[in-house]
């Protein structure tokens, strides 16, 4: 066995061809506002809303193994600071959306430090308790 009959490949005709329809329909969508109707655009909201969702459940509970049912506070947490500082706060809608990202992470630093020293059910109790608070702060 001679190390020289071996090859690493870092990139494949396929992975090339895939990268360059990704990137076709990133433009696309990006150009979504002037040629979608606003139907359209509300389901493909909501359609990326719950693929965003679907990702963090399997990063959660598929990779680290940590059973989360109050992921949905940030979730929450990030559409009020969008509300409030677009509406209350006249901010663009597009900083806003900046903003409302770094206060939900700003956020989550102080409860992930009291939370992830919880194991197993406890860590899902714990999770829960922290959406009841976010609920009951926002109510």
Request: aromatic share 12%.
């Amino acid at each position: 066995m001679n190390l020289q009959d071996y090859s690493v490949s870092r990139s494949s005709k396929a992975a090339r061809v895939a990268g360059l329809l990704g990137a076709v329909m990133l433009l696309v969508l990006v150009a979504a506002p002037w040629w979608a109707g606003r139907a359209d655009m509300r389901l493909m909201g909501e359609l990326f809303l719950y693929l965003s969702l679907a990702t963090l459940w399997n990063l959660m509970a598929g990779y680290a193994g940590l059973v989360s049912v109050g992921q949905q506070a940030y979730v929450g947490f990030g559409g009020y600071m969008l509300f409030a500082l677009t509406m209350f706060g006249g901010m663009p809608p597009m900083v806003a959306i900046a903003l409302a990202g770094v206060l939900g992470a700003l956020i989550s630093i102080p409860v992930a430090v009291l939370i992830f020293r919880l194991r197993g059910a406890y860590f899902a109790i714990g999770t829960w308790v922290i959406a009841e608070v976010f609920r009951l702060s926002f109510a």
